[in-house]
């Protein structure tokens, strides 16, 4: 049995006993004696290399020799490489030693099979480990592991398993800065890049060959500079072969190996079996609760300024009690789990003065009131502001002309429509009657006794009246601009008027709702009006009018929260309502009709940041045209026959929110 405080792998060897000195200074002289008589093959048995682990032959050194059953690898943790040999039985002696970039394990009473006896690659696991030779030996089976690159080795074994594991060393200068990933110190921790070891301890070797525990124990108590105290129940025996390992993770193994567990106050670690300590614990907490049990109640009053004293209490006693009690079942443990409160406490409420009263032991009360402190702090607020922009851009050019016709010739009458030839017939008709009257009365007149009194008639001519053959005039908002042109002439009325309009509109609508509230409380604010109409409820004679109204109006709704990086989450809508005229029902009256813009989102806002929530942009073309067939499509002069209206119209909507944190203290 040897105790090794070992700062870089070295192999271990047995010390050699006097007995065992003896026999082999025996051996040499019967050699020597012997050499001098005839040469004979009898194999030397060598019992003093046996003990100190030589290559003699394994069947005659060591009775107890066992196989190797199974050869493993496997990756560990930060890119560590783990070698699992397991035996056949207990009593194997591995012997670990570095030799230049190879690792060579040496198991001088194990016989290795020749199906194990082969290479194996391990490149591919991204370890330090390449390549793993296994084959036999003289003396029993050898392990050669080829790595690459600085790493640390270290060895343990337990029962029936020797574990190897090589760990990648922590390089230096640049080439640290180039690798990434973990590391393992020379101390044996899994250590994460810039994270403290799991291990920290001086490394070092155990060999134990069927050892009572507690002397392992009393070891690592000298190696570790700690106090330990083992239970009277700490019993039997171990054996444990440890190579460069930390002292505080071969405490662990050994623990492990025996069910044991330990707890540690200061420098002072108790190591039991782990029903005893659980025991133990149980115990105490049973010993606490009996004193909450018989201690003196208090009664205080804690005012609460900033939140609401109900629902502090609420969730002190039923909330909590939920969450403790989640996912278990028994009315012992509903009777201990009354959230914050001992199973004799209670806790109520005064609304008026918003105070709490709670009754129970003097611990659970002063920590009731920590609670309360904690949780009565003033909620900062959120300004939000929005702003919606309505933006309207509208052109409009309209061409059109009036042509028309009029006249008679040899009792044929032209115009624009039939209505007109029969106006202008029935005038010419009644023209040509009144002229054939006044001229019967002259003739009668000179043919009478006074023929100097009479006077020659004068004759009245026919009138024409205007038909147009196209009326297609610009009818943009009666257009200010037209030019007309009328030309009468020998019983003929030609009419030419053409106009043209052009319209120019542009409109910016601005809404700016501001509101204040809490963190995590929802804000409305509107403005705007309702407008009233008028429904008929009711059948056949019997009709009953009903107004009814329907909102227009401008809206803000706004949740805000306040994350703790310092940002606004808002969920939030936004609604602007307009009245856009009526639309008739005939003897009904009128219903109003809405346009509605609205938007609901939610987005996450910096501090003071103003962002676009939402925005639509609406762009229309159009052409009409009205034309008389055919003659509309005759060049220049076809003008004179259509009349074209082209519109164009773009509108844009954009709403911005800005929410800016008023950050309250409390006083």
């Not at 690459?148 to 060895?155: I, K, T, V, W």
């Not at 996912?327 to 004799?344: A, K, T, V």
């Amino acid at each position: 049995m040897t105790v090794t405080n070992a700062m870089r792998p070295r192999p271990v060897r047995r010390p050699v006993s006097r007995a065992a000195l003896a026999l082999g200074l025996a051996a040499g002289l019967y050699a020597a004696a012997a050499a001098g008589g005839p040469q004979t093959a009898t194999a030397n048995p060598a019992p003093a290399a046996s003990a100190i682990g030589s290559q003699g032959d394994p069947a005659k050194r060591s009775p107890n020799a066992v196989t190797v059953s199974a050869i493993d690898f496997k990756r560990g943790e930060g890119g560590s490489g783990k070698l699992i040999v397991r035996f056949s039985g207990e009593g194997a002696v591995p012997d670990l030693r570095n030799l230049g970039s190879s690792v060579v394990v040496e198991i001088g009473n194990a016989q290795l099979p020749g199906t194990l006896q082969r290479p194996l690659n391990v490149s591919d696991f991204a370890t330090p480990v390449q390549r793993i030779d296994a084959r036999g030996s003289a003396g029993g089976a050898q392990l050669v592991l080829a790595t690459s690159g600085p790493f640390e080795s270290m060895a343990y074994q337990t029962g029936s398993e020797y574990i190897v594991e090589i760990v990648p060393r922590p390089a230096t200068g640049m080439a640290a800065a180039a690798k990434a990933g973990k590391a393992v110190g020379a101390t044996g921790g899994d250590a994460a890049a810039g994270a403290q070891p799991r291990y920290s301890g001086k490394p070092v070797t155990f060999n134990f060959q069927d050892i009572p525990v507690r002397t392992v124990l009393q070891l690592i108590a000298e190696e570790s500079n700690l106090n330990i105290v083992a239970a009277d129940s700490v019993q039997g025996n171990v054996t444990l072969r440890l190579t460069n390992v930390p002292w505080d993770q071969a405490l662990d193994i050994v623990l492990q190996a025996k069910g044991l567990d330990k707890r540690r106050s200061g420098n002072v670690v108790w190591v039991a079996p782990q029903k005893e300590i659980a025991d133990y614990e149980l115990a105490k907490e049973e010993a606490r609760i009996n004193i909450e049990d018989r201690a003196e109640k208090v009664t205080e009053y804690i005012p609460v300024n900033y939140g609401n004293a109900e629902d502090i209490a609420r969730l002190l006693t039923e909330e909590s009690k939920g969450n403790a009690t989640g996912g278990m079942s028994g009315s012992s443990q509903n009777m201990l789990d009354r959230g914050f409160l001992s199973p004799r406490g209670s806790i109520s409420y005064d609304k008026r003065t918003n105070t709490l009263l709670v009754i129970d032991i003097p611990p659970r009360v002063a920590n009731i009131r920590r609670l309360v402190q904690q949780l009565d702090k003033p909620v900062d607020q959120v300004v939000i502001e929005a702003r919606i922009v309505i933006a309207n851009e509208s052109v409009a050019r309209e061409l059109g002309a009036r042509f028309g016709v009029s006249g008679s010739k040899d009792n044929a009458y032209f115009s624009g429509n039939l209505e007109t030839n029969t106006a202008n017939r029935n005038s010419q008709v009644q023209a040509q009657q009144t002229n054939t009257t006044l001229i019967n009365n002259y003739n009668a007149c000179l043919a009478g006794s006074n023929p100097s009194a009479c006077v020659a008639p004068t004759l009245v001519s026919s009138s024409i009246t205007r038909g147009l053959m196209t009326n297609l005039p610009a009818t943009l908002n009666n257009p200010a601009g037209s030019l007309a042109l009328s030309i009468l002439n020998a019983g003929y009325l030609l009419d030419v008027e053409l106009s043209a309009i052009q319209e120019q509109g542009r409109g910016e609508v601005l809404s700016n709702p501001r509101v204040v509230t809490s963190n995590q409380k929802e804000a409305v604010i509107k403005q705007g009006r309702e407008i009233g109409y008028v429904t008929l409820t009711g059948a056949g004679g019997n009709l009953t009018p009903t107004v009814n109204f329907k909102e227009a109006v401008l809206e803000l709704k706004v949740t805000p929260t306040i994350t703790n990086d310092g940002r606004v989450f808002l969920n939030m809508g936004v609604k602007k309502d307009e009245l856009d005229g009526f639309v008739s029902v005939g003897t009904f009256g009128q219903v109003p009709q809405i346009a509605k813009r609205e938007v609901n989102t939610a987005v996450l806002v910096d501090d003071g940041q103003t962002v676009v929530i939402g925005g639509v942009y609406e762009f229309s073309d159009s052409t009409d045209i009205s034309k008389v067939p055919f003659l509309g499509d005759v060049p220049i002069l076809g003008n004179l026959f259509r009349n074209k209206n082209h519109t164009k119209s773009k509108a844009e909507l954009l709403v911005f929110v800005t929410p800016k944190v008023m950050r309250v203290a409390q006083r």
